[in-house]
């Protein structure tokens, strides 16, 4: 079992930490657990399945596959700590709360938690299907408050706690037909500020992350589901160097850039940075 304590190892400084890491298989979430793990934490990473998600059909999200959760639990381990993965579903508070005890029983209490799982859905408000409304929001929003409710005591008990939140530069602008979108991520700033000031007496920080264009598994679906709508005639690879070519730095985000920042976020040297709204867009908006 991790010892959670505060490690001395320059190179390393997370060494001796455990951390949960909600939609971890892959996209942002994969790259925030190998982020932590390569500065020394011990990782546990859950994903919604492939198999298990075909009620959600007409989100626009990567479904990871068995293959795909495991896969990216041994590059983990590559990083020489211990990491555990499984099926989780962040709409049910049995499946993380089975998570988080399998995290505490195997690795250690959690010191960190990034909160990553979520959906997209191209839908403008009138016509609106309500039941998709709520489940974005369950997903992105509630599956957010679940998660945190989950850690937090245990963190303001030992005092010490890292807690990052994928937002979106989609909190702060509008778009056309992504209202659910929009809101959800909205709402996380808010979650994420009252979080932060919860945590604040307790050594206990809470930070969102508001990228915009990230190159994930996540991003080719909705651009695939814009070709599907007719929305564009243009394929997900031509949409991608489109958009890059809107953005200042002439190129979207990758993965991996977020990851690092988040690793930031966690270490000891961060802690007076609580309540901010981070953002990673490369100086776009969007």
Known sequence: MAKATASMNTKRPLEGRVALITGGASGQGRAI?????????????????KPKARRDDGMDTHWPGADELEATRREIEAHGVTAIADDLDVRATESIDRLVKRTEAELGPIDILASVAGVGLIQTVAGHPEDKWVDLIDINLTGAFRAVRAVLPGMIERKWGRIVIIASTAATIGE???????????????????????????????NAISPGYVRTGMLM?????ELELGITAKTAEARIAEIAETYPQKRIIEPEE?????????????????????????????
């Open 33 to 49: 657990a190998l982020a932590l793990a390569e500065v020394g934490a011990s990782v546990a990473i859950g994903s919604r399945l």
């Open 176 to 206: 056309r037909a992504s209202a659910a979108y929009c809101a959800s991520k909205a709402g996380l700033l808010g979650l994420m500020r009252c979080v932060a000031l919860e945590g604040a007496p307790h050594g206990v920080t809470c």
């Open 221 to 225: 679906a909705t651009l695939r589901r």
């Open 258 to 286: 977020i990851g690092t920042v988040a690793a930031f976020l966690c270490r000891e040297e961060a802690k007076g940075i609580t309540m901010e709204n981070i953002t990673v867009a490369g100086g776009s908006l969007w």
